[in-house]
């Protein structure tokens, strides 16, 4: 074996075990670079769950914890200081430093961070908040710079092709349908096509070609969807031809739809927590529907109801038969399976409504499905997401 190769082996694994593996292996030299890396690692991970310096609280600990917050950005690539910091929290108790706008300034932005200070929200003092807000918004422009345009264009260009004329313009015509549909008319010996029909795009429209309601559920485990969420949100509002309002529950509704425009303000107007009643949120959104044949209403929900569950499907049931396309997300984020109420979820399938996790990049063409009016299921199961499976035995 290359001894060089053995000894960054060495290297990697004493930076990963810390401090009793640096005593048992004193032929491997590390740098103060490494010493450093080591340390922040230490601090963090060693002694079990409570880390060998860092604790939570106020006081003395907060410059401590400011620096380490700092090193770690110094030392490990900005996915393995998310990872970090996240843990950070989760482990030691962190979450009250955060009130802090020192500390704020020393952490790296990111989704997981925006979710905590959303939990925060309702208790982060005056002189914070505005340092929170800029912590957030930086995280709101990443995320726009990096999702806005796939989303602008897979529904713009579903909108385009969702209205169809039989008179267009040279420039309106959809060739691929014209051909199929004059196929008929194929002219051997003049190897050519006579197109007698001719099928266009859609010319734009005076009012909006869909409407989409977005309801989310406000629990702990949706705070990552949501930050998606009020970032697509914004994104359709946008877009004269779409008519989107946005709904967040928990046992009570909230309209945020006047707050789009702002994904900040949404997520800021968001209060984490509390029971869960889908059947209020889901007939609260049924209530703004005027058009349910061009209406598209995706809940993202983990389903586990706290309110009337028979209600629900009976809800969820007018609505499909109403023509509304409803579409059930147990999750809009990166953070893998999600946990959700199986059964609930297989009997909404049952009744036409498809269940599954969806990750932010794939979001924006199953809207364009959904608007396109395909069968979302067979496009979801098309990209590889595993869709629920209806509940046996019918839907209640």
């Not at 003092?125 to 989303?151: F, H, N, S, W, Y």
């Not at 897979?154 to 199929?180: F, H, K, Q, Y």
């Not at 989409?212 to 629990?219: A, M, N």
């Not at 529950?249 to 800021?268: A, N, R």
Request: aromatic share 6%; net charge neutral; proline share 5%.
């Amino acid at each position: 074996m290359d001894n060089g190769l053995d000894k960054e082996r060495m290297r990697r694994w004493v930076l990963a075990l810390g401090d009793e593996a640096r005593s048992c292996c004193p032929d491997v030299s590390l740098s103060a670079e490494d010493m450093g890396m080591s340390d922040a690692l230490s601090m963090l991970y060693d002694n079990g769950s409570g880390g060998k310096g860092l604790r939570g609280g106020s006081g003395a600990s907060s410059p401590r914890v400011a620096r380490w917050l700092g090193d770690i950005r110094k030392y490990f690539p900005s996915t393995v200081v998310r990872a970090m910091q996240k843990d950070a929290f989760d482990r030691l108790s962190l979450k009250d430093m955060l009130l802090q706008p020192e500390m704020l300034d020393s952490v790296q932005p990111d989704v997981n961070l925006v979710s905590t200070l959303m939990s925060l929200n309702g208790v982060i003092p005056p002189e914070t908040r505005e340092t929170a807000r800029i912590v957030v918004r930086k995280v709101v422009d990443g995320l726009l710079k990096q999702l806005e345009e796939p989303m602008r264009t897979a529904v713009s260009g579903a909108l385009n092709r969702a209205v169809r004329n039989r008179r267009p313009r040279a420039s309106e015509i959809d060739w691929n349908r014209t051909i199929r549909a004059n196929l008929r008319h194929w002219q051997k010996e003049y190897r050519t096509l006579v197109p007698e029909t001719l099928i266009g795009y859609g010319r734009k429209a005076h009012r909006p070609q869909r409407e989409v309601v977005l309801c989310i559920d406000q629990s702990g485990s949706m705070a990552s969807s949501i930050v998606y969420s009020s970032i697509f949100g914004a994104v359709m509002a946008s877009l004269p031809a779409v008519k989107t309002r946005l709904v967040v529950f928990d046992t009570s509704v909230v309209d945020l739809t006047e707050e789009m425009h702002d994904p900040v303000d949404v997520l800021f107007g968001v209060q984490l927590g509390g029971g869960t009643d889908i059947n209020r949120a889901v007939g609260y959104c049924q209530s703004l529907i005027t058009d349910p044949r061009n209406t598209i209403m995706v809940l993202i929900s983990d389903l586990y109801e706290g309110g009337v569950e028979r209600n629900l499907l009976q809800r969820a049931g007018e609505l499909v038969q109403s023509g509304v396309q409803f579409i059930t997300l147990l999750a809009l984020s990166n953070e893998g399976s999600p946990f959700y109420d199986r059964e609930l979820a297989g009997k909404l399938a049952a009744l036409g409504v498809p269940c599954f996790a969806c990750t932010p990049d794939i979001f924006p063409g199953m809207m364009a499905a959904a608007i396109r009016k395909e069968d979302v299921a067979l496009w979801a199961a098309g990209q590889g997401v595993v869709t629920t499976p209806p509940a046996r035995g019918g839907s209640v």
